[in-house]
T-cell receptor, first 111, second 115 residues
């Protein structure tokens, strides 16, 4: 079973920050949190990942709570092209790096 | 990021035939690759872990005799759907990761339609 839970869907106004939450209360100390998004009929695209510190790259920021039981993906200035499904994943069994996908959040950016 | 390709991108076959899907890591070597399937409007479901030079590890409920996986080289894994039936119609996606990284890179997917 997936180790993460996400809201099924969210809306966000174009140009505003999109904040996508993820719960991973059973995360282990050496497990990373990954975020991917999947545009229709394509493979998932890597966005960002982190262990305990907040992370930022050219696409997004990742905020992980101090107890590591939840995290938030932030798209700083959402555009219409960001409308798609976002997956939060906690890396599976150590040594194999397998990902177990949850249901994801369908983000809709509104004009 | 690393590039993973899949071939073919889409395939249509008749019921009872077998279909082979290739997954290649184009600019790195991958001792481990993963195969997923995805039904419409559903999430990705991990099918198996493909290990170079050894047998694949299948997730619970996935028939190893139906979904044959071969990982003969460090850049190629193949998934063969044997005796395909209409219920096998799905989007099949592979992923691979570099030894030095924890990040998985996904292929573009293969859409299989069984008539």
């Amino acid at each position: 079973d997936a180790k993460t839970t996400q809201p099924t869907s969210m809306d966000c106004a174009e140009g505003r920050a999109a904040n996508l939450p993820c719960n991973h209360s059973t995360i282990s100390g050496n497990e990373y949190v990954y975020w991917y998004r999947q545009i229709h009929s394509q493979g998932p695209q890597y966005i960002i990942h982190g262990l305990k510190n907040n992370e930022t790259n050219e696409m997004a920021s990742l905020i992980i709570t101090e107890d590591r039981k939840s995290s938030t993906l932030i798209l700083p200035h959402a555009t219409l092209r960001d409308t798609t499904v976002y997956y939060c994943i906690v890396r599976g069994t150590s040594g194999t790096y397998k990902y177990i996908f949850g249901t994801g959040t369908r983000l809709k950016v509104l004009a | 990021g690393a590039v993973v390709s899949q071939h073919p991108s889409r395939v249509i076959c008749k019921s009872g035939t077998s279909v082979k899907i290739e997954c290649r890591s184009l600019d790195f070597q991958a001792t481990t690759m993963f195969w997923y399937r995805q039904f419409p409007k559903k999430s990705l479901m991990l099918m198996a872990t493909s290990n170079e030079g050894s047998k694949a590890t299948y997730e619970q409920g996935v028939e190893k005799d139906k979904f044959l996986i071969n990982h003969a080289s460090l850049t190629l894994s193949t998934l063969t759907v044997t005796s395909a039936h209409p219920e096998d119609s799905s989007f099949y996606i592979c992923s691979a990761g570099r030894e030095s990284e924890d990040t998985q890179y996904f292929g573009p997917g293969t859409r299989l339609t069984v008539l």
